[in-house]
């Protein structure tokens, strides 16, 4: 895959196809061939209402009833839904070059029961993007940064997920400074704060605290202004709206960019990521109240460095990792799956044993307290995923969509995907086991539906799409 950045103004019929491209940059700068209706404003001047979707494709999407293949794109969950935007796909009539997916569509997923729904969301957000961040809070998703047709943002905008339609609202007017413009960035949400962290971009214009490595590579072509990674922490809080950067403490860990990050309690965990050539084993947490710094131990059988994987928290004491992308370029488990293809016949055990301790896990929970890795046993091994996303559901599952399932960097297609894997990756509550018993013996219990509490109600008959459908 050609890996730079395209000048909205390139005529399409020059632009080269990815095999055409000899070029060792990575993921920081990926080809998108877009449509550029949308793209000739002043992206620092010009705002622009989206009342229609705006995508070369966007005709296609209203067929499906599911959301199209897409890597790079957010999601979030607020109460039982959980909310899709953004990224990208191929292309259908444009060789090996890639679509941003429209602005304004948004698709939602009811994790009770099962059923996708695409809307058409209002506002000015400004233009399609993939690699940026979003978080959701007390019912308003929060998206900053990203990568379009022109480079890199720095825009915010705010998505009220309970208001009666989708309106997108630029968070304008904010005091202080705030994060240069970049992509494959993280965050943690803390007492009505935003904390965003790292990411790769434009070099920061002004005094920011922290340290941003220049990317020699990136303004190799294009007449880039050129990039790099940053470790910089940036505080957005929502009561005064208000940007700043905390004095931290402690060992700071290095910039890098497309790596996760998890919130739990006044903990803000990040793991991996890519930096330079390398991409990242190493974990740390932040202390939200006091901004101190703290690395923790990896053990060497532990996961392997990874970029462009994700980090759920699934409990007060555990997190969840899974998926992303080796220094070697593997995407993790990939090789799991030709394993167990190619260990078929002779010496076939014999074989799949050999290269068992070859093949790095791709899935890992995390127990907070003990500082202790432990691989998570899945029936998705055959599934590798990177630059996906990952929410916590209510009942234990964490819901991964997306995402690409082989090396998105080679000169073949990106099998971009739309497929929704769960994992059951804490004990179901009891209230679950109750949903399911009855469940199974409706036929003999429904006559008895009316005497339960209306909430309990409502689940049942929104479970009933969705009976015995959950993954591992």
Same mark, same amino acid.
């Given at each position: /895959?050609?890996?730079?950045?395209?000048? /909205?103004e390139e005529d399409a019929a020059d632009l080269p196809d990815r095999d055409a491209d000899d070029s060792d940059q990575e993921e920081d700068e990926i080809l998108f061939w877009l449509d550029n209706q949308h793209?000739?404003?002043?992206?620092?001047?010009?705002? %622009?209402?989206?009342?229609?979707? %705006?995508?070369?494709?966007?005709?296609?999407?209203?067929?499906?009833?599911?959301?199209?293949?897409?890597?790079?794109?957010?999601a979030v969950v607020d109460r039982n839904i959980m909310y899709i935007w953004g990224g990208y796909k191929n292309g259908q009539n444009h060789g090996f070059f890639d679509l941003y997916l429209p602005r304004n569509?948004?698709?939602?997923?009811? &994790?009770? #029961?099962?059923?996708?729904?695409?809307?058409?969301?209002?506002?000015?957000?400004?233009?399609? /993007?993939?690699?940026?961040?979003?978080?959701?809070?007390?019912?308003?998703?929060?998206?900053?940064?990203?990568?379009?047709?022109?480079?890199?943002?720095?825009?915010?905008? +705010?998505?009220? &997920?309970?208001?009666?339609?989708?309106? $997108?609202?630029? /968070?304008?007017?904010?005091?202080? &400074?705030? !994060?240069?413009?970049?992509?494959?960035?993280?965050?943690?949400?803390?007492?009505?704060?935003?904390?965003?962290?790292?990411?790769?971009?434009?070099?920061?214009?002004?005094?920011?605290?922290?340290?941003?490595?220049?990317?020699?590579?990136?303004?190799?072509?294009?007449?880039?202004?050129?990039?790099?990674?940053?470790?910089?922490?940036?505080?957005?809080?929502?009561?005064?709206?208000?940007?700043?950067?905390?004095?931290?403490?402690?060992?700071?860990?290095?910039?890098?960019?497309?790596?996760?990050?998890?919130?739990?309690?006044?903990?803000?965990? %990040? *793991?991996?990521?890519?930096?330079?050539?390398?991409?990242?084993?190493?974990?740390?947490?932040?202390?939200?109240?006091?901004?101190?710094?703290?690395?923790?131990?990896?053990?060497?059988?532990?996961?392997?460095?990874?970029?462009?994987?994700?980090?759920? !928290?699934?409990?007060?004491?555990?997190?969840?990792?899974?998926?992303? *992308?080796?220094?070697?370029?593997?995407?993790?488990?990939?090789?799991?799956?030709?394993?167990?293809?190619?260990?078929?016949? *002779?010496?076939?055990?014999?074989?799949?044993?050999? &290269?068992?301790?070859?093949?790095?896990?791709?899935?890992?929970?995390?127990?907070?307290?003990?500082?202790?890795?432990? !691989?998570? =046993?899945?029936?998705?091994?055959?599934?590798?995923?990177? $630059?996906?996303?990952?929410?916590?559901?209510?009942?234990?599952?964490?819901?991964?969509?997306?995402? @690409?399932?082989?090396?998105?960097?080679?000169?073949?297609?990106?099998?971009?995907?739309?497929?929704?894997?769960?994992?059951?990756?804490?004990? =179901?509550?009891?209230?679950?086991?109750?949903?399911?018993?009855?469940?199974?013996?409706?036929?003999?219990?429904? @006559?008895?539906?009316?005497?339960?509490? =209306?909430?309990?109600?409502?689940?049942?008959?929104?479970?009933?799409? +969705?009976?015995?459908?959950?993954? #591992?």
């Amino acid at each position: /895959m050609a890996e730079r950045d395209v000048d /909205m103004e390139e005529d399409a019929a020059d632009l080269p196809d990815r095999d055409a491209d000899d070029s060792d940059q990575e993921e920081d700068e990926i080809l998108f061939w877009l449509d550029n209706q949308h793209m000739d404003e002043d992206e620092d001047d010009i705002e %622009v209402v989206v009342e229609h979707p %705006v995508d070369t494709e966007a005709s296609e999407s209203f067929e499906l009833d599911s959301p199209a293949e897409r890597s790079g794109h957010i999601a979030v969950v607020d109460r039982n839904i959980m909310y899709i935007w953004g990224g990208y796909k191929n292309g259908q009539n444009h060789g090996f070059f890639d679509l941003y997916l429209p602005r304004n569509e948004v698709w939602t997923y009811n &994790l009770e #029961s099962g059923v996708w729904m695409k809307h058409v969301a209002a506002g000015n957000l400004h233009t399609s /993007m993939s690699g940026s961040c979003g978080t959701c809070l007390d019912g308003v998703l929060y998206l900053f940064g990203g990568h379009h047709a022109r480079g890199n943002t720095n825009r915010i905008y +705010r998505l009220p &997920l309970r208001a009666p339609s989708l309106v $997108w609202e630029e /968070m304008r007017d904010l005091k202080g &400074l705030p !994060p240069s413009s970049k992509d494959k960035l993280g965050c943690w949400v803390h007492k009505n704060r935003l904390i965003f962290f790292g990411g790769y971009g434009y070099a920061p214009q002004g005094s920011h605290r922290g340290t941003f490595h220049y990317d020699e590579s990136s303004s190799l072509m294009w007449d880039s202004p050129g990039r790099g990674w940053n470790n910089h922490v940036h505080v957005l809080d929502l009561e005064s709206s208000t940007w700043s950067q905390p004095i931290t403490q402690g060992n700071t860990p290095s910039p890098r960019a497309a790596h996760a990050c998890a919130t739990v309690g006044n903990r803000g965990y %990040v *793991f991996g990521g890519r930096f330079k050539n390398y991409r990242l084993n190493d974990l740390y947490y932040i202390d939200l109240e006091t901004w101190e710094w703290h690395e923790m131990s990896v053990p060497q059988q532990g996961p392997v460095g990874r970029s462009w994987h994700s980090f759920t !928290p699934v409990s007060s004491d555990h997190i969840f990792l899974f998926g992303g *992308f080796t220094t070697e370029r593997e995407t993790l488990s990939e090789f799991m799956a030709w394993r167990r293809c190619f260990c078929d016949g *002779f010496m076939a055990a014999l074989v799949a044993e050999m &290269l068992l301790f070859a093949v790095p896990d791709d899935a890992w929970l995390y127990c907070v307290s003990r500082n202790e890795w432990k !691989p998570f =046993k899945h029936s998705h091994t055959e599934s590798p995923r990177l $630059w996906h996303t990952a929410c916590s559901g209510p009942d234990g599952e964490v819901f991964v969509f997306g995402g @690409c399932a082989n090396n998105l960097l080679s000169h073949q297609r990106a099998a971009h995907s739309n497929e929704l894997l769960i994992f059951n990756v804490q004990p =179901k509550s009891l209230v679950r086991f109750c949903m399911e018993t009855v469940l199974q013996h409706r036929e003999r219990l429904s @006559c008895h539906w009316d005497c339960l509490p =209306k909430h309990l109600l409502l689940s049942l008959k929104q479970r009933m799409s +969705r009976v015995n459908t959950l993954g #591992s």
